[in-house]
């Protein structure tokens, strides 16, 4: 399975930006995608993820970015509105993927895509 990231880029406080993350290869059941970001010095942490369950957000982010997919296209995106400097890192798609081999499931990962918002 891989997973390719795309929609990063710098922009100025306030603005926004939209990533996308396409999952391909062979896919028996895909459980849920989300996203993850790392800063600088910091650990990764989870940003939102979406599954049959519902979303779930980080409450750092809550009211300001919106997770949605396209299960037709196994495609996750990320409406990322009114940023902040603090939203500045390395953004990864994440995927969570049965395999018919084995119908467990496993984390795959994206190459990652950075996200740099100006003061």
């Known amino acids: 399975v891989q997973l390719q990231a795309s929609g990063g880029g710098l922009v100025q406080v306030g603005g926004s930006l939209r990533l996308s993350c396409a999952a391909s290869g062979t896919i028996f059941r895909l459980n849920g995608m989300g996203w993850y970001r790392q800063a600088p010095g910091k650990q990764r942490e989870l940003v939102a993820d979406i599954s049959r369950g519902g979303s779930t957000y980080a409450d750092s982010v809550k009211g300001r970015f919106t997770i949605s997919g396209d299960n037709a296209k196994n495609t996750v995106y990320l409406q990322m509105d009114s940023l902040k400097p603090e939203d500045t890192a390395v953004y990864y798609c994440?995927?969570?993927?049965?395999?018919?081999?084995?119908?467990?499931?496993?984390?795959?990962w994206g190459q990652g895509t950075q996200v740099t918002v100006s003061s």
């Open positions: 994440n995927a969570r993927v049965v395999q018919s081999f084995s119908m467990r499931e496993y984390d795959y």
